[in-house]
């Protein structure tokens, strides 16, 4: 449930002409299953093949071929059920589900209507620190995905792929708990995380691996409280749905305008027509698709050459205990282990791999000087020069190193700065580069006292001014850094230099 020490956000209100309106969204998250095959047939899911190289007798309709349900992507589906804290159900049923399009050989998808393999669950949306919303699933379904129609190769003629025909998809359907486009998009960025960290879905937005449905609909204050609290849907507005969204900016810019359309035809004294829309991103509008049924009228009925799925607790129990540590958990041991600020830990977290090199820069090293070098130092010259982590010309252990070299005061912060670098372009150990360069921080007080000396005695008027501001003693700290290249222990030569005039 709901960590107490959040704050539910307020829902975003829009202006009218009229009056004020809230916003009430649900989503419908179309995440393909991470598969090498698909979910009714042994053909490959790798992305970019040549067009139809991937489809078996089964995926285009041939006659006779019966589909053979995937037993690794009823294991992803679970495991995304169990990552959501939802129901799991150990009887779930296949339905056909029939329309026409060209890129649907059979004519009918196969999906799960009216017993879907997993049933409640919940997502917290952290939207800034202590303020989150947590957002209700309904239900996560397993369906097959269609082809897809191309247009622009022949100007007289549309042609078909059905390399995408028949692979598996996770329909996570959200109830209407999200009330505003950052909300909408900071929902589909926590689902992505998690489905990463699970390893069900890659969250490719690009490929089209993730896909949003968004409902929108408008409401005037007051209406959504009564709305929990009979269930009643009529004090709800008519929603409209915007397909295949695959980009937050996207999703947040068709979510304003469309609830914008909405109440420019309500407060005109018109009403809103329950249809499925599309988003235009170079003219920043949706429009009408095809109106919207509700969805017996899609002809549902049990497939029947399907029979239902029936699994074992003891299968879903062996499931749950390979669980990986999770977002909102890793978060929580990287803030009390390391002491890490929300924000920090945050940043660490939003994707597996960065979390995954921290954990090891950070083991049994100081962690907040370990999320220092990752955040400011690592993660800065990765963007800089447009590479990913998993790409990093320094391993973690190497960084660790760094780290190590720094919280034992062998090195300085500028030091290290130059070690960084060395690493980052030659690579080797941090530890024996230090000691074949004589790069080790200067802690020799005599040698130090030595210099401030000197740099006491040609500065009469500093010293002076220093001795009235205290806060002078950086410029003497500052050239004697200068004067040993660096080298020397900024904190041993302060506290010298404090006691050397006197303060």
């Known amino acids: 449930m709901l960590d ?41 899911t790798t992305f970019g093949a040549e067009p139809n190289s991937n489809v078996a007798f089964v995926d285009c309709a041939m006659p006779g071929m019966l589909p053979v349900i995937n037993e690794y992507c009823v294991e992803q589906a679970v495991r995304t059920g169990l990552g959501l ?31 879907p393999i997993v049933g409640e669950g919940e997502v917290l ?29 022949d100007p007289n003629l549309s042609f078909v792929d059905f390399n995408r025909t028949g692979v598996a998809l996770m329909e996570i359907v959200s109830r209407p708990d999200i009330r505003g486009p950052e909300e909408a998009a900071a929902y589909v960025t926590k689902l992505r995380q998690i489905l990463r960290y699970l390893g069900t879905c890659d969250g490719n937005m690009q490929n089209g691996n993730m896909r949003a449905d968004v409902n929108v609909s408008i409401c005037r204050p007051g209406q959504y409280e009564k709305f929990i609290e009979t269930g009643d849907f009529s004090h709800l507005g008519t929603r409209c749905e915007i397909k295949n969204m695959n980009s937050m900016r996207f999703i947040m810019a068709a979510i304003d305008y469309e609830a914008r359309r909405q109440i420019a035809i309500v407060e ?108 400011n130092e690592l993660f800065g010259r990765l963007k800089k020069e447009g590479h990913e982590i998993s790409e990093s010309p320094m391993s973690a252990a190497q960084l660790g190193g760094i780290v190590e070299l720094i919280s034992t005061g062998v090195i300085s912060g500028k030091i290290a700065k130059d070690l960084f670098e060395i690493v980052w372009t030659e690579g080797g150990n941090p530890a024996e580069i230090v000691e074949a360069r004589g790069m080790k921080q200067v802690t020799d007080t005599g040698a130090i006292e030595v210099a401030v000396d000197e740099l006491i005695a040609a500065n009469p008027e500093q010293v002076e001014k220093a001795r009235v501001n205290a806060k002078l003693v950086g410029w003497f700290v500052g050239q004697v850094m200068k004067t040993t290249g660096g080298k020397a222990s900024p904190a041993v030569v302060n506290e010298i230099v404090v006691k050397k005039l006197g303060l």
């Open 125 to 153: 949306v952290e939207l800034s620190p202590g303020v989150a919303r947590l957002v209700r699933i309904e239900r996560i379904h397993l369906e097959q995905d269609a082809g897809k129609s191309i247009h622009d190769i």
């Open 268 to 375: 005109d004294g018109g009403s809103v027509v329950q249809e499925t829309r599309l988003y235009d991103p170079d003219k920043n509008e949706t429009r009408s698709m095809r109106s919207k049924e509700e969805a017996h009228d899609y002809r549902y009925f049990p497939d029947p050459d399907l029979l239902p799925l029936e699994i074992e607790q003891s299968w879903v129990d062996g499931i749950a205990a390979s669980m990986p540590e999770l977002p909102d958990a890793k978060k929580a041991r990287f803030m009390g282990d390391f002491g890490l600020t929300d924000y920090d830990a945050s940043v660490l977290t939003a994707e597996l791999d960065s979390a995954l090199y921290f954990d090891e820069v950070a083991k049994g090293r100081d962690g907040k000087i370990a999320a220092n070098w990752v955040i």
């Open 4 to 44: 107490l020490t959040y704050t539910a956000p307020k829902p975003k209100v829009i202006q009218g002409a009229k009056h004020d309106w809230e916003l009430v969204i649900g989503m419908e998250i179309h995440a393909q299953v991470a598969s090498n095959a698909k979910l009714f047939s042994g053909a490959s």
């Open 85 to 115: 804290k939802a129901e799991i159900n150990l009887f779930s049923a296949f339905d056909r589900k029939n329309y026409f399009y060209p890129d649907l050989p059979q004519g009918y998808q196969i999906s799960q209507l009216y017993h």
